[in-house]
């Protein structure tokens, strides 16, 4: 039953990672953050360009600074990807994932974005996996001693992202891993 449920926690974050990789592919050199209303938007609320997030084709098995696992202080737990200067993460409190199902109790989001020396501009929406459907834009820093990355800035309309501080639990993700290595039991 334990591996089950590791296996479907595993698919799961797989496809949601896909899904967010698929949905910001592009051309462009970098993301921005815009103050100024263009097309599309409204009030001058900054906006984060996410169509250059396909660098993850760049250098597939490049492993940044800041994969691994991190623990937030909004009870959830962040898995985070770096590849270059792109940032991904898959976010939940769910506990026990039950395969399939949706409106699980907590949250569960993924995000994307860039990061600039320590600044991370992400962002972020909830997925159905969880109870709670939210989105916007997050600015981290990462506090390379302390290990740890704190929300200095949130985009967006929705309900404020739960999370402010995130600290790593597990180290980075060895350089060795495949994306085609089969699951340990």
């Not at 959830?76 to 994932?97: K, N, P």
Request: charge should be negative; aromatic fraction near 6%; glycine fraction near 14%.
């Amino acid at each position: 039953m334990i591996r089950c449920r590791r296996t479907a926690a595993t698919a799961l974050v797989v496809l949601l990672m896909t899904v967010a990789l698929a949905g910001c592919g592009g051309d462009a050199a970098s993301p921005t953050a815009r103050a100024t209303p263009s097309s599309g938007e409204e009030g001058g609320t900054p906006v984060t360009d996410l169509s250059a997030i396909g660098c993850a084709t760049e250098d597939p098995m490049g492993v940044g600074e800041l994969t691994g696992t991190w623990e937030g202080n909004d009870s959830g737990v962040y898995y985070i990807r770096q590849v270059g200067d792109c940032v991904w993460w898959f976010g939940t409190e769910v506990v026990d994932i039950e395969a399939g199902a949706t409106g699980q109790a907590g949250f569960a989001n993924v995000a994307a974005g860039r990061m600039v020396g320590t600044q991370i501009d992400l962002e972020w929406a909830d997925v159905p996996l969880g109870n709670i459907l939210n989105g916007g834009g997050l600015t981290f820093v990462f506090d390379v001693a302390a290990d740890t990355l704190t929300l200095t800035a949130q985009r967006g309309d929705g309900l404020p992202f739960g999370g402010t501080v995130l600290t790593r639990i597990q180290p980075e993700a060895s350089p060795d891993a495949s994306p085609s290595a089969p699951a340990s039991p």
